[in-house]
């Protein structure tokens, strides 16, 4: 049974920073493309982020230049650097997994919560 388990998010003042992470288990994680999204109050989920293999990395323009991806197949788990935090960035934030033959996402996470407060 796949599982993937975001932490870190919390609240946080804008200009500061959260490292969320997200473990996986139940998949062989290299062989995943790892995305983060977000769901603001009231709006869709959207993409943030992913890391495909090695350091392959790519970003919403939201959020390029402040947030940073990395992850570590040895431990099964990805994280989100997230820097200069802005209001607009409040959400919950999910990790998920899709298999590179695949063109959507498999697996979700339960997500975590961020919000940056004025």
């Known amino acids: 049974q796949v599982q993937l388990v975001e932490s870190g998010g919390g609240l946080v003042q804008t200009g500061g920073s959260l490292r969320l992470s997200c473990v996986a288990s139940?998949?062989?994680?290299?062989?995943?493309?790892m995305g983060w999204f977000r769901q603001a109050p009231g709006k869709e989920r959207e993409f943030v982020g992913g890391?495909?293999?090695?350091?392959?990395?790519y970003y919403s323009d939201s959020v390029k230049g402040r947030f940073t991806i990395s992850r570590d197949n040895a431990k099964k788990m990805v994280y989100l650097q997230m820097n200069s935090l802005q209001a607009e960035d409040t959400g919950v934030y999910y990790c998920?997994?899709?298999?590179?033959?695949?063109?959507?996402?498999?697996?979700w996470g339960q997500g975590t919560q961020v919000t940056v407060s004025s």
């Open positions: 998920a997994a899709r298999h590179f033959s695949r063109t959507e996402y498999d697996y």
């Open positions: 139940g998949l062989t994680f290299s062989t995943y493309r």
């Open positions: 890391s495909w293999s090695g350091s392959n990395t």
